[in-house]
Structure formats: C-alpha cells, structure tokens
C-alpha cells in the first residue's frame, strides 16, 4: 500500500471554477502535511503547509483530517497560471520520511 | 528561490557506464537529499546527508553511492548505470529535517 495516494486526474476546468483535490495517507503517525506545486518539466515547489485546523492563502484552502487521514486543497476562482500539478507531501518523523504522492494533474481552460 | 544548482541538466549515457550527478547549494543548509521521479510513482528518496560525510540510505538505495565532501556539495552515483536507472532526478536541502524542502531544477537522465 502506497503512503500518499491521490487522484492523478486529469481535472480540466473552466477559468473561475473551484476545485478540490483529496489525498489520503496511510501513516496515523504522520506529522506534517504540505501541497506542493509542480510545472511541466519543473522543479516541485512548495504551495502551502497544512495544519490541524485549516489554513487559507488567498484562494488557496488546505484541510487536514486527521481521524480519516485525508488532506484536501480547494483552488476557487481558478487563473490559466493554476494549471500544473498538485503534489500530497507527507512527512513522518526523521529525515528520510517525507513521502510524496503522484500527483493530480489540474488544467484551466480559457 | 533557494539557492540550488544541479549539474548535468541534462544526460544521455549507455548500460554499463559510472554517471555522477552534482547538487550544489548556496544556502549552508544542513540536509541535502536525492530523490528520482517517475510515472506513476511519487518522488522516492535515494539517499540523504545531514552533514559532511555523514549520509543515510532512503527508500530506492540500490545501484546508487552518495558523498558528501564539503557543506555545499552532494554528488549522486550510478556506478554502472542501468536502463531502469532512467528517470528525473533531484536534489533538495534543507536546514532541519522537519523544515520544508527545498528543490533543484532536476537532472534527466537517460540511460540506453
């Protein structure tokens, strides 16, 4: 069994449309959460952490439920620049336990 | 962005040959990491440091040597690469081990 599982997608919405991305862990002994943003033929980037009771930036909305041991991101008002790929980073405790799922592959259409 | 370099970018190498893959960062980070990407898997850790010469197996260690000589330095080896040794790699640092991660802009391989 995977630790991070998501839905690869594809999503492909219109502009201005919300959409919410799920990922499940494994690990109840997981510590920290994140979302991370990958571009085409890029580098990951870190979006945002999640934390226990939510956290917003701009339009951008992180959920953590720890008793299902899901994380959710909610993108509203989609842009064409929010196309890319939408990574579930779990970490557990330790240096080398920072475990990434494959991804969900979102595009906005004009 | 983090001060992170990655040497070749790009490479075509065949079966059988040694390839060394360079991570070099600017930030005096303690942790460096390797990690390899491909369809249908997340990113998977190869191998870690967190200090000079001090280096750790990850999840995906076989076929692959590490060292780290200097602060700035962390160089990944195949010593004789393999067609499954074919993926994009990358290189990510940070300070702690519970910080967030940092990446390089990858290195793609290609082993024929």
């Known amino acids: 069994r995977k630790e991070v599982e998501q839905d690869p997608g594809p999503f492909n919405v219109p502009e201005g449309a919300t959409v919410a991305f ?7 002994a997981s510590q920290s959460f994140f979302w991370y943003r ?3 033929r890029k580098e990951p980037k870190l979006l945002m952490s999640v934390y226990s009771s939510g956290n917003e930036d701009g339009r951008f909305t992180a959920q953590l439920n720890r008793a299902s041991q899901y994380i959710s991101l909610l993108i509203r008002d989609s842009k064409l620049s929010d196309s890319a790929t939408y990574l579930c980073v779990v970490q557990q405790t330790g240096a080398n336990n920072l475990f990434f799922g494959t991804g969900t592959r979102l595009t906005v259409i004009p | 962005d983090a001060g992170i370099t990655q040497s070749p970018r790009h490479k075509v190498t065949e079966t059988g040959t040694p390839v060394t893959l360079r991570c070099h960062q600017t930030e005096n980070h303690r942790y460096m990491y390797w990690y390899r990407q491909d369809p249908g898997h997340g990113l998977r850790l190869i191998h870690y440091s ?3 010469k001090d280096t750790d197996k990850g999840e995906v260690s076989d076929g692959y040597s590490v060292s780290r000589s200097k602060t700035e330095d962390f160089l990944l080896t195949l010593e ?8 994009v790699y990358f290189c990510a640092i940070s300070e702690r081990p519970t910080d967030t991660q940092y990446f390089g802009p990858g290195t793609r391989l290609t082993v024929l």
């Open chain 2, 50 to 52: 967190y200090g000079v």
């Open chain 1, 38 to 40: 990958q571009d085409c």
């Open chain 2, 80 to 87: 004789s690469a393999t067609s499954s040794q074919t993926s």
């Open chain 1, 22 to 28: 799920n990922c499940t862990y494994s690990n109840s």
